[in-house]
């Protein structure tokens, strides 16, 4: 495919859009926050979930992934060698385990997308290595996601990240372009070549998401048909941020 037929998909927001769009992600943040201050050990996913629903309805949202292709909750909890996509049910968190929270809000017809990962109790060393190193390529990526960057370098930026401290990022799942749709164009693969792809334009707004795995990045889908797990069942993490490309540099939108 050209350079062009790659950026026909992507939808550049209008600065009144992307402030439709600051509204939704702050939403998201905030939502991620009380979901994260209610993980300890003997709580369960679906109670998580729960605390999910009550918020973004106290905040006048809807949960973006309600619904969405069939998912059955509001937010992805995705425990250790879970990846993403994790359905909140009966299980109970324990001291030691690391969880995502995947959770996304649609307000005024804009979508805001963002993941964290955090641990339960205290955890391994090994763990909160992963966990910071994840943090990390999510903050290169969008360090490197610039008017007049190339979407490989944005990618390479993760990539180079998360390897550089000794992980893998998953391959088959990746970023998203972002707004009235949850998943726009372009696809934001957290591997890849610097000076290629997509030109990034001011206006875009993207969700970057790395995925890091301990082991080796090939991954499997649970009997549940949506659950990721790493092919070892190594530890992986995870975290995402809506961001909005601007003249002056990346704009995090998921943020209070
Ligand atoms: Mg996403």
Redesign the pocket.
């Known amino acids: 495919m050209s350079p062009v037929m790659q950026e026909m998909g992507i939808i550049v927001k209008s600065q009144q859009e992307i402030a439709q769009m600051r509204e939704a992600g702050r939403i998201v943040a905030a939502v991620l926050e009380v979901v994260v201050e209610q993980v300890r050990p003997g709580i369960t996913t679906a109670e998580l979930d729960e605390v999910a629903v009550s918020e973004v309805g106290r905040l006048g949202a809807v949960a973006s992934f309600k619904g969405y292709r069939g998912f059955p909750a509001s937010i992805c909890t995705s425990i250790n060698e879970e990846v993403v996509h994790g359905i909140p049910g009966s299980r109970v968190l324990k001291e030691g385990d690391i969880i995502s929270l995947?959770f996304?809000a649609l307000l005024n017809g804009f979508h805001g997308?963002?993941?964290v990962t955090v641990g339960v109790g205290r955890i391994s060393a090994e763990a909160q290595n992963i966990i910071d190193a994840a943090e990390d390529a999510l903050e290169a990526g969008i360090h490197a996601a610039r008017v007049n960057a190339r979407l490989g370098d944005v990618s390479a930026a993760i990539q180079n990240c998360a390897e550089s401290r000794g992980f893998s990022v998953v391959r088959e799942y990746v970023?998203?372009g972002?707004g009235r749709q949850?998943?726009e164009e372009p696809q934001v693969p957290n591997f890849g070549i610097a000076g290629e792809g997509p030109l990034l334009r001011k206006g875009m707004t993207i969700?970057l998401?790395p995925m890091l795995n301990a082991g080796i990045w090939r991954t499997m889908v649970a009997e549940d048909k949506w659950t990721v797990i790493t092919a070892d069942r190594k530890l992986s993490a995870h975290f995402?941020h809506?961001i909005a490309i601007g003249e002056n540099g990346p704009e995090i939108l998921t943020v209070l």
């Open positions: 995947d996304g997308d963002a993941a970023g998203h972002i949850l998943h969700a998401e995402e809506t």
